[in-house]
């Protein structure tokens, strides 16, 4: 199946950019992993496992409860520079979830390096990027939580393939 083929989650394509950025909102999206990759040119990669919510679904009622699109992605930043952050369980049990994702403008002059965020709920990580990939790796699924089962996921994955 194709994403085109995948109207019924609203997901119209398998593979997003910072292009799209407008377009896409992380908003407790599901992080299973994070790595820090140097590239045989010497430029660092981010790359994050995460469950990306394609769309949020009213209750009918007599339901009450949203249920969601989710879809096992995989999140590429390049060229990244000056990365910093933090986690912050705090008593919460140890799941990272995206508040947000912001790109901001530099205010050093530096246009090609935009700098980003992203806020989550129990962590945070600021750095410099040129841009990103987003590859969703499955089609998207019906669930009523934020975050697939491990088992639905295929477990952690850095994997760049999005779904055909």
Do not use: N
Request: proline residues 6%; charged residues 25%.
């Amino acid at each position: 199946m194709s994403a085109d083929d995948h109207q019924e989650s609203g997901l119209s394509k398998s593979v997003w950019s910072d292009a799209d950025f407008e377009d896409m909102w992380w908003h407790y999206a599901t992080v299973h992993g994070l790595h820090v990759q140097r590239t045989e040119a010497d430029s660092p990669r981010l790359l994050l496992d995460l469950d990306y919510i394609v769309q949020w679904v009213q209750p009918l009622p007599p339901e009450k409860h949203f249920t969601f699109w989710v879809s096992p992605a995989t999140l590429v930043f390049e060229d990244v520079q000056d990365l910093e952050g933090g986690l912050g369980f705090r008593g919460r049990s140890p799941e990272l979830e995206i508040d947000a994702l912001h790109r901001l403008t530099p205010d050093d002059g530096r246009q090609d390096l935009p700098h980003w965020h992203v806020e989550g709920h129990a962590f945070d990580l600021r750095f410099r990027a040129s841009g990103f990939r987003q590859y969703f790796r499955h089609a998207p699924r019906l669930t009523s939580r934020y975050a697939l089962p491990a088992a639905d996921r295929g477990g952690c994955s850095f994997d760049e393939a999005a779904f055909a």
